[in-house]
T-cell receptor, first 115, second 115 residues
């Protein structure tokens, strides 16, 4: 079935530390994964994506790792800042019946950065 | 700001009523997707409109319906409201259908409360 989940609902870190947010997915046929950040009162904002033919992709202060063997995705944030406090969602590009595509989001992890 | 605007920002309805939510897509975007985000959950895909036609639908009953207008703005209509319809309703626009990366822009949502 459709299921993209996260191991931890909340994560609290100190400013300057590195953060790691994890995600498990269930559809082994999915070939594209995205991380979104959602701040309070706002819609999700794209952070970084990765295709299944890669196992690592880096952006500015963020890195996404993909382990297809265990169907696990992680987001690493370097030198976490107070502005990084938000809920983070992983999403899977899911291919449904009739060839339709849609995003399937996990439940989210709330990241709190303490000054 | 993403350029995607939704109205109203908040709405309170009673069970059995009907509601219409509105979305203005980013300039030039011909595709609008609607998502339902229950409290503490990730967004769930409701449906997508491309050039005024429905272009994919998630697991939502027929009482969830939509429209897209020639200017690509969109409406989400929900009939016979149920308590479980209480959620944040997000609209996202893109230049092409099923965009999932940085080219998909979310609005800030309409918070619907059904009493």
């Amino acid at each position: 079935g459709e299921s993209v989940g996260l191991h931890l609902p909340t994560l609290s870190v100190q400013e300057g530390d590195n953060s790691i947010i994890n995600c498990a997915y269930s559809n082994s046929a999915s070939d594209y994964f995205i991380w979104y950040k959602q701040e309070s009162g706002k819609g999700p904002q794209f952070i970084i994506d990765i295709r299944s033919n890669m196992d690592k992709r880096q952006g500015q202060r963020v890195t996404v790792l993909l382990n297809k063997t265990v169907k696990h995705l992680s987001l690493q944030i370097a030198a976490t800042q107070p502005g990084d406090s938000a809920v983070y969602f992983c999403a899977e590009n899911f291919f449904g019946q009739g060839g339709s595509e849609k995003l399937v989001f996990g439940k989210g992890t709330k990241l709190t950065v303490n000054p | 700001e993403t350029g995607v605007t939704q109205s109203p920002t908040h709405l309170i309805k009673t069970r059995g009523q009907q509601v219409t939510l509105r979305c203005s897509s980013q300039s030039g975007h011909n595709t609008v997707s609607w998502y339902q985000q229950a409290l503490g959950q990730g967004p769930q895909f409701i449906f997508q409109y491309y050039r005024e036609e429905e272009n994919g639908r998630g697991n939502f009953p027929p009482r969830f319906s939509g429209l897209q207008f020639p200017n690509y703005s969109s409406e989400l209509n929900v009939n016979a409201l149920e308590l479980d319809d209480s959620a944040l309703y997000l609209c996202a626009s893109s230049l092409v259908p099923y965009a999932t990366n940085e080219k998909l822009f979310f609005g800030s949502g309409t918070q619907l409360s059904v009493l």
